[in-house]
């Protein structure tokens, strides 16, 4: 499940502390009303009608029945007939079932809307007319044949919800948090600028410099950075340079000193001598190689994956190696170096001849075609799978097997050669490719190297 944001994980603290306070006001508001009438929870104006019928019925005393209901927002009277209305008229249904159900006995309860509707009322949905800003006629028959007559004065929603002005001025309050999440918004920009930085210089392993924005500690934050990014990539830069000054002076002299070997009168003397001077000028490559890998960004182009698959398949098949390729005729398109590819193609293989005796290269095309980015289709992949038959890897070392230099003593032992660099070297391309790389088990036995990339239209 995709986590937010801080900006919306801000947002929704806001609104949700903004409506919780709404809420406990209006509880809290009804819970006392509900104290002072001792009735429970009922709305203010059907209630208000039920008591005035009440009232004017037992009493008797209809004149200081309307003194006590009339008020700055509800006008009252008792008529001998119903006022005439126009007729089509806009009833407000649910009103008057509160009245009626409060009262008790059956009696029909007119209410309707007086007055003309304000512009956009007349397109009012239904269920929305409780909202309505226009006054409401509440007309009760008496049980004497007289009627109660009241009229609202103030909006609906106030008169009958009973919601005090307070309550609709904490909508504001929205208004408020909008101002005070774009703030916050500008205040993470300098943050989200920071993380893309961060990616960046992790792919590439370039210096980026961030602008200094944003409050005191997030500058304080951003100059950190900047300067650990120019640190990190200075030390790189040495580390390539001095690992390019040792492979050039060593080379030297390996040339000499194969020079001397094919002088050597043994010939199994000189055969065993030539094959550590070769092994040891690829432990050279492969330590370079590394060096340039970890540091130097590589191009990106639009590349057939499986015509660079089929190559490197078809030249080791050619030297005698069992290399066993299915992939289609179909072209299988990622966005990487064509060198980069080559050579994780080429060291996954190599790495299965040397541990397995042979290797069976798959690669296939999976995913989603629902849409498409900048090229690429959403949720595409192209899956490479190499497998061997050798002695597998063990659960706990499935991660570690892609540390450089890092050698399994059951399975990947010095008398293979190599300097346990060609695994290492291909993690690191499938990173910075946006690909995965993972081993697992092959089925009948045997590893299997699995590396999924991004593929494109």
Known sequence: MRRLGLVWRVTLIVIAALVAIQMIAAAAYYVQRGRATEQG??????????????????????????????????????????????????????????IARYIGDGRMVRAYYIGPARGGESKRRPGLENFSQRPVRLVVPLSDGEFIVAETVDDLTVRVLGLPPGFWAGIIGFLVA?????????????????????????????????????AREVRALIGAFNRMQSRIAELVRNRTFMLA?????????????????????????RERATRDVEEMSGLLDDALTFARTSFASNRSEQVDLAEIVRRECSERAAVGQTVKCDVSATPIHVWGDPAALARIVGNLIDNAVKYGGEAAVTLSRAGTQAGTQAGTQVGAEAILLVDDRGPGVPGAERERIFEPFLRLEASRNRDRGGAGLGLAIARHLVLSLGGIIAVEDRPGGGARFRVTLPARQ
């Open 178 to 214: 909008a101002l005070a999440l774009y703030a916050v918004v500008r205040e993470t920009v300098p943050l989200s600028r920071l993380a893309r930085s961060v990616d960046r210089f992790a792919e590439a392993i370039e210096p980026a410099t961030v602008p200094l924005r944003g």
């Open 41 to 98: 929870f009922r709305l203010p104006l059907p209630d208000q009608m039920a008591a005035l019928v009440e009232l004017v019925e037992r009493a008797g005393n209809r004149s200081l029945a309307l003194r006590v209901a009339n008020g700055p927002g509800l006008r009252v009277a008792i008529a001998h007939t119903a006022p005439p209305v126009a007729e089509p008229i806009e009833r407000v249904a649910w009103l008057e079932n509160a």
């Open 245 to 269: 000054a040792i492979s050039h002076d060593l080379r030297t002299y390996l040339t000499r000193l194969r020079l001397r070997v094919e002088m050597m009168p043994d010939p199994d003397m």
